[in-house]
């Protein structure tokens, strides 16, 4: 298995462009979700999915869309850039949201740079 | 407002010396605790996780106390090596939410 993949590694925008930020899975899994990451801090949670069809905002939704056509993919869509969403992008999957137990494995990330 | 933080921004170890890591929660109706170790330009990988209703836990080389009388959780690495070496971050769920709340890091350092 591949785990966790993530495209492109590293992208520059400039203000005002959009682009979509593809992330897939071959474990099956039911929940996705997408993080960003920026200097010093945690990740925080942009938007999720407990299966396709089905997404949910989390803390920072605001400039991100998503769908979940498949259960293997979780694409993440900036539709305006600005310099505000200069982030480490990752995105996680997990088997099920059981109890609150959920071990997310995450993809390597992309790195997206707003001028 | 709700938050999940940690003490210590840097810990700098011996190798071979046990580390702690320090983590502080204010939400008292989360019912899972989590940690997680991100090595430089990689995503966070799992470590270990903890319930509720659990005080203690071990796993390989790492235990998480959860003390919820002051809501805080430990993460105690034994021995620590070289490749321990990465940030830290504890994350936390709320009872009901299907999302993780991530607190902001601490960076352990392992000197040889």
């Known amino acids: 298995n591949a785990g966790v993949t993530q495209t492109p590694k590293f992208q520059v925008l400039k203000t005002g462009q959009s682009m979509t930020l593809q992330c897939a899975q071959d474990?099956?899994?039911?929940?996705m979700s997408w993080y960003r990451q920026d200097p010093g801090m945690g990740l925080r949670l942009i938007h999720y999915s407990v299966g396709a069809g089905i997404t949910d905002q989390g803390e920072v939704p605001n400039g991100y869309n998503v769908s979940r056509s498949t259960t293997e993919d979780f694409p993440l869509r900036l539709l305006s850039a600005a310099p505000s969403q200069t982030s480490v992008y990752f995105c996680a999957s997990s088997p099920s949201w059981t109890g609150g137990k959920n071990e997310q494995f995450f993809g390597p990330g992309t790195r997206l740079t707003v001028l | 407002g709700e938050s999940v933080g940690l003490h210590l921004p840097t810990l700098s170890v011996q190798e071979g010396d046990n580390s702690i890591i320090n983590c502080a929660y204010s939400n008292s109706a989360s019912d899972y605790f989590i940690w997680y170790k991100q090595e430089s330009g990689k995503g966070p990988q799992f470590i270990i996780d903890?319930?509720?209703?659990?005080d203690k836990r071990q796993g390989q080389r790492v235990t998480v106390l959860l003390n919820k009388t002051v809501k805080h959780l430990s993460l105690q690495i034994a021995a620590t090596q070289p490749g321990d070496s990465a940030v830290y971050f504890c994350?936390?769920?709320?009872?009901?939410?299907?999302?993780?709340?991530f607190g902001s890091g601490t960076r352990l350092q392992v000197q040889p």
């Open positions: 474990m099956n899994h039911e929940y």
């Open positions: 903890i319930r509720s209703n659990m």
């Open positions: 994350a936390e769920n709320k009872t009901g939410r299907r999302a993780l709340t």
